[in-house]
């Protein structure tokens, strides 16, 4: 991990220094509104807004500030061991505490005993600390003017302030597990300390090796842990198109729906604002995510002899039973099927979820999605200093250096590339690795299932392997992995939509 962080007392000077010039009041933005949102509606790849910020007053919200401004407010924080090994960590693999920012703050500097509050049960040496999914307007619901800071205007949604956002704040190393969004696209704005960012395409979802297990609503994780990849467990891993970039302060990121992403911060402090875009392709997601919700509850809410793991995230606020992820997905589909054929949506009742804005809503509060404008006329996206594009990186290249806001580019290190290192190769028993492969083989893709253990085309030692391979046991969670695939659930979401749609014609036919 030393290669992608430098010296961070010299990185912190050159984010400060940045930040200055471009808080400067004669500072003019590069893009209009309505150029902003036209470039956004043409991008197809991730791509990072510069100087679109400068009169944001949001870029005051430092993590010294906001202490001042929530006092000794809790807030809770995710822990985990600064650790290397071949495996994501999970939010159900964390620890976590209701601590202050000033608590937070003193634990940074090294201090302990009740300066530190509940850290004092955690070694800064050993720990990194993650307030993420901080719903701003549950923050700071009594402060609402702290809400106009935020100003996503710009990028031409109206109205869209923090009411609308999330803030993150968290130390080095603390992370993010590599994941897809269901719902919508992404605007983040870095305000302190840098963000590393790993992005894949949609395409690169079987190279990814999703699974629903921890379940979070929204969510789809990979297996895969993209800085220390296990290139035996997943192999098609070392194919997958990474595209890298390090968030400075001030700059804007755009990550388009679906595409994967794993983010951590590299410098001591970090404070970062996202808002999570509604989009009208949202409706059919909301039903695929109605679909995966009633499959995993059902199965992994009965009590069975492997059911005993950790599989609901922390982040969700518990097994809901049946009866009521039926009747959600029947009104998802009730609602995405009348917004396909233009009906007003005052004439139906909707439960609140069905509307909720991306992501998690902890507020509850009901938006319309947003409508891109058609634009039929030839539009080049205009890259340049402004706006940068965020390119696929080369797997050959061992070369890594900071970054600059002129020079937002990472070359992987062969460290996450899938390329084990000398000091890095794998002891494990064979045994062990025949034993992985029922369940991660299969899950990067539908087809390869049926070839798991055919016999024809053997090796010298691979009778062995099969004979192992049969007596290997299939668990409710390798089960769910080919049952909430997400190919699967695509094709599922198609019928039950053709499904209810040929019931409303007859209806309306009788």
């Known amino acids: 991990m030393e290669q992608f962080r430098g010296e961070t007392s010299f990185t912190t000077r050159v984010g400060k220094a940045h930040y200055q010039a471009m808080a400067s009041p004669t500072a003019m933005k590069p893009f209009s509104t309505e150029e902003t949102q036209r470039i956004l509606h043409h991008l197809q790849q991730p791509a990072v807004f510069m100087n679109m910020t400068c009169d944001w007053p949001a870029l005051h919200w430092t993590a010294e500030q906001l202490s001042v401004c929530l006092s000794d407010k809790l807030i809770r924080f995710r822990l985990g061991r600064r650790e290397e090994t071949n495996t994501p960590l999970f939010e159900t693999q964390c620890s976590y505490v209701e601590a202050s920012l000033v608590h937070f703050l003193s634990w940074t500097c090294g201090q302990s005993g009740p300066d530190v509050g509940p850290f004092s049960e955690f070694s800064y040496s050993e720990y990194w600390a993650y307030a993420d999914y901080k719903y701003i307007a549950m923050l700071f619901q009594d402060q609402p003017s702290m809400f106009e800071d935020v100003r996503w205007p710009d990028f031409g949604f109206e109205g869209r302030d923090g009411r609308e956002s999330t803030l993150w704040i968290g130390t080095e190393g603390a992370n993010t597990p590599c994941h897809q969004d269901s719902y919508g696209c992404n605007l983040v704005l870095q305000v302190q300390g840098r963000k590393q960012w790993y992005l894949f395409p949609p395409d690169d979802a079987s190279k990814l090796y999703p699974t629903r ?38 700059q804007v990121l755009f990550v388009p729906r679906h595409w994967w992403h794993y983010v951590e911060s590299v410098d001591p402090i970090t404070v970062s604002i996202n808002s999570w875009i509604e989009l009208e392709a949202d409706d059919v997601a909301r039903v695929s995510e109605a679909v995966t ?31 009521e992820n039926m009747q959600y ?9 009348q917004r396909q054929t233009d009906l007003h949506c005052s004439t139906l009742t909707l439960d609140p979820r069905d509307s909720r804005p991306a992501k998690r809503d902890s507020g509850g509060q009901i938006r319309k999605p947003c409508v891109w404008k058609r634009d039929p006329a030839p539009f080049t996206i205009p890259f340049g200093p402004h706006l940068i594009s965020v390119c696929c990186q080369r797997r050959d290249s061992t070369e890594t250096r900071d970054m600059t806001p002129k020079d937002l580019e ?26 992985h492969r029922g369940k991660d083989e299969c899950s990067s893709g539908l087809t390869q299932c049926v070839a798991c253990d055919r016999a024809d085309g053997m090796s010298e030692n691979s009778s062995e392997d099969c004979e192992e391979s049969r007596d290997s046991i299939i668990t ?34 009788s």
């Open 476 to 509: 409710t969670n390798d089960l769910l992995d080919c049952l909430v695939h997400p190919d699967v659930i695509a094709t599922v979401t198609g019928l039950l939509l053709a499904r209810h749609t040929r019931s409303h014609r007859t209806t309306a036919a």
């Open 293 to 323: 919700k009633a499959v995993v509850c059902a199965m992994k809410g009965c009590p069975s002899d492997d059911n005993r793991d950790d599989w609901l995230n922390p982040t969700e606020e518990g097994v809901t039973s049946h009866n």
């Open 329 to 337: 997905l029947n009104l998802a589909i009730r609602a995405c099927a």
């Open 410 to 435: 990472v070359k992987p290190s062969r460290k996450w590339a899938g390329e084990p290192q000398e000091d890095e190769q794998r002891t494990e028993p064979a045994s062990a690795v025949r034993l």
């Open 213 to 250: 297990i921890p379940y979070e609503e929204s969510s789809v994780f990979s297996q895969v842990d993209v800085l220390r990849p296990d290139p035996r467990k997943f192999p098609d891993f070392q194919k997958a198109r990474v595209h890298t970039v390090t968030l400075q302060p001030g």
